[in-house]
Antibody, heavy 124, light 107 residues
C-alpha cells in the first residue's frame, strides 16, 4: 500500500520561496506507471491543481502558477518536491501531494493516493 | 481552463435517503470526470473515475453517470459514514480542475 507524506515549513514570509517535499513509501517513484502531483486547497479557491511530474522528469504545470513553480524528482530518495516562489497571502493553503496512475488516456487521470496534507501560512 | 460547477452547494439528508449531486463542465469532457469524498481534516478520497467506474473498495451504494457536460453522483442509501463534502474533477484538459464541492450534512 503506497503512502505519501508531505513535509516542509508551516509558516513562510511573503516574497519568500516555499519548498515542500513528498516522500513516497510502499512503492518506487521510478516506476513508469504514475505521475506525481501537487494540489492545494484554500477556503478562497477550493481545490487547485498545481502541477505534476513524470518518472522522466517531464512536468506539466498549471498556467496560473507556472511562472512561480518548479517540481522536481529525486528517485534516490523516493521523493518529489515543490518550489513556489514569490509567495503572497493568497498562497496560504493546505498543500497535498498525490499520485495519478497512468491509464494511457483511456480512463483519464484521477488522484488515487494522497498525502495527509501540510498547512502552509504565508505571513510576516 | 475548463470550469466545473456543482449543485447543490449543500444538502441536508437522513440516513437511508437517496442523494444525488450534479456536476457540470463548461465544455464537453467526454467521460473524463472523477468524484472524490472529503471528510474534515482529511485528504480527498477517490470514489469514482471515468464518470462511472467505482474505485476498488468503495461501497456499491455510490454510483456515477453522465457524459459530455452533465454528470451525477448518486448515493443510493445514505449511511452515517457518508456525511462529507463531495467534489468532481475533470481530466479532459491537461490542466485539471475541480468543482467547488457539495456538502452533505444531517437533516
Amino acid at each position: 500500500q503506497v503512502q505519501l507524506q508531505e513535509s516542509g515549513p508551516g509558516l513562510v514570509k511573503p516574497s519568500e520561496t516555499l519548498s515542500l517535499t513528498c516522500t513516497v513509501s510502499g512503492g518506487s517513484i521510478s516506476r513508469d506507471a504514475f505521475h506525481w502531483n501537487w494540489i492545494r486547497q484554500s477556503a478562497g479557491k477550493g481545490l487547485e491543481w498545481i502541477g505534476r511530474i513524470s518518472v522522466t522528469g517531464s512536468t506539466n504545470l498549471n498556467p496560473s502558477l507556472k511562472s512561480r513553480v518548479t517540481i522536481s524528482l529525486d528517485t534516490s530518495k523516493n521523493q518529489f518536491s515543490l518550489n513556489l516562489r514569490s509567495l503572497s497571502a493568497a498562497d496560504t493553503a493546505m498543500y497535498y501531494c498525490a499520485r495519478v496512475p497512468l491509464t494511457r488516456g483511456i480512463l483519464g487521470d484521477f488522484f488515487d493516493s494522497w498525502g495527509q496534507g501540510t498547512r502552509v501560512t504565508v505571513s510576516s | 481552463d475548463i470550469q466545473m460547477t456543482q449543485s447543490p452547494s449543500s444538502l441536508s439528508a437522513s440516513v437511508g435517503d437517496r442523494v444525488t449531486i450534479s456536476c457540470r463542465a463548461s465544455q464537453s469532457i467526454s467521460t473524463l470526470l472523477n468524484w472524490y469524498q472529503q471528510k474534515p481534516g482529511k485528504a480527498p478520497k477517490i470514489l469514482i473515475y471515468a464518470a462511472s467506474t467505482l474505485q476498488s473498495g468503495v461501497p456499491s451504494r455510490f454510483s456515477g453517470s453522465g457524459s459530455g457536460t452533465e454528470f451525477t453522483l448518486t448515493i443510493s442509501s445514505l449511511q452515517p459514514d457518508d456525511f462529507a463534502i463531495y467534489y468532481c474533477q475533470q481530466s479532459y484538459s491537461t490542466v485539471f480542475t475541480f468543482g467547488p464541492g457539495t456538502k452533505v450534512d444531517f437533516k
